[in-house]
């Protein structure tokens, strides 16, 4: 987690400068809502093959007056001391704003996101909390709602194809507060104060004087800049950039992330020796990388689904395979495995299965 003034600034980049974004042509009709393992993703429809949602095809609606969180006095008060026993843990953690997800509606063909405002104190007292089922019940218990004691920080992501057709995995850093160690996409926070002052009201010199417009192009922006900052891809490396859908996790209380994809113009090997000079602004957040040829993303989508898999008598008695493909899917975030049930849903990825 890099401090905003850490970051490089974006507030005047306009998302889709030099980033090759797929178009979809078809609205947003619907959605369907898939709970397997610890994930819970939502998968718009219809399905264009082999596109995800364009930029137009996705929206913010910001109310921090009424999509944020609730408070309530004896949780506030253990949210406080659950956040000085982190710090005290972790000095490298701070207390930034964080956008909320509360929801979201279909609108004139487009997924339209329910932005609050929240902060990573909150997300730690309250998701990443032991006891973050028994907020769910108290939420629903007094206000008729699980998530309304929930911070629901609204986190991003994109998996990334090389051009030789390899799926960017990292390796998450050990000092890291949420999953130290696992495997891991491409991801981060979009941030408020890239887009807002601290009243609320939208920075001088952004491209749009609309906020709604302007909070989504931060979390659009988001995910290219966790693309550049964590594996130190610049944006004209990306390609075909477009949303999967959203996810949550469950084992957290229904943290919420959007997923994104793009194609890469480098190859596995470019993309590893650029991550490995270490010249990226989060050069310490993600220790490693591995390359997953598509067989491997096919073991991975197969044991996701409990499918049986398709691939040949000799492929299926190679125990080894299978074995690491099991051992792997153990080591993957909830947002991981989202991102792969999203980008399968999308038919992004050419899934080898021989």
Not at 124 to 135: D, K, Q, V, Y
Request: charge should be negative; include cysteine.
């Amino acid at each position: 987690m890099v401090p905003s003034s850490l970051r490089f600034a974006r507030s005047v980049l306009h998302p889709l400068a030099s980033v090759q974004v797929r178009r979809m042509s078809a609205g947003v009709e619907r959605v369907e809502i898939v709970r397997l393992q610890n994930v819970c993703v939502v998968k718009p429809l219809p399905v264009s093959r082999g596109s995800g949602l364009s930029r137009e095809k996705i929206a913010a609606n910001f109310k921090p007056s009424e999509f944020s969180r609730r408070s309530n006095p004896r949780l506030e008060k253990d949210i406080a001391n659950r956040w000085k026993v982190k710090t005290a843990q972790n000095p490298r953690l701070f207390n930034g704003s964080k956008f909320r997800r509360a929801g979201w509606v279909i609108t004139d063909g487009r997924l339209i996101i329910k932005i609050g405002l929240t902060n990573y104190k909150d997300l730690c007292g309250t998701n990443f909390a032991e006891n973050c089922g028994s907020l769910l019940e108290l939420g629903e218990r007094e206000l008729g709602d699980p998530q309304a004691y929930m911070s629901d920080a609204l986190g991003v992501g994109v998996l990334l194809l090389t051009k030789d057709e390899y799926l960017v995995v990292a390796r998450r850093a050990e000092w890291l507060v949420e999953y130290p160690n696992f495997l891991d996409r491409a991801g981060g926070h979009p941030e408020p104060d890239h887009v807002l002052t601290p009243d609320g009201s939208l920075k001088p010199g952004m491209e749009t004087d609309n906020v709604n417009e302007a909070v989504m192009n931060e979390i659009w922006d988001a995910a290219i800049k966790e693309a550049e900052d964590e594996v130190g891809l610049s944006r004209d490396q990306l390609e075909d950039f477009s949303c999967l859908g959203l996810t949550a996790n469950t084992e957290e209380g229904g943290r919420p992330s959007v997923e994104f994809f793009a194609r890469l113009s480098l190859t596995a090997a470019e993309v590893k020796e650029l991550h490995a000079s270490g010249n990226q602004v989060e050069a310490d957040e993600l220790t490693s990388l591995c390359m997953l040829p598509l067989g491997r993303v096919g073991a991975l989508v197969d044991l996701l689904l409990g499918e049986k898999s398709d691939r040949s008598e000799s492929a299926s008695n190679d125990v080894t395979d299978k074995e690491e493909s099991r051992a792997m899917l153990k080591e993957m975030t909830s947002a991981l495995k989202g991102a792969l049930l999203l980008a399968h849903h999308h038919e992004m990825i050419p899934i080898e299965r021989s």
